[in-house]
């Protein structure tokens, strides 16, 4: 389900998404590979947060 909903992601959203949650990369790496502050790579990651918050309430089973 994840890797579906990442797909849905802009690249760069899903990119960090993956590093920081399935690859385990520090925020600093991940800031110096990309050439953007740290608090840059937190704010693409909070954006792709909210996205995926809703495509994942997509999946959700409904009832019970």
Do not use: W
């Amino acid at each position: 389900r994840i890797e579906s909903a990442l797909s849905h992601l802009p690249c760069r959203q899903a990119d960090i998404v993956r590093k920081i949650y399935l690859e385990d990369q520090p925020l600093k790496d991940i800031a110096a590979n990309m050439n953007v502050s740290s608090s840059r790579v937190c704010q693409i990651r909070n954006d792709a947060a909210k996205k995926l918050q809703g495509l994942l309430a997509d999946f959700r089973p409904t009832g019970s």
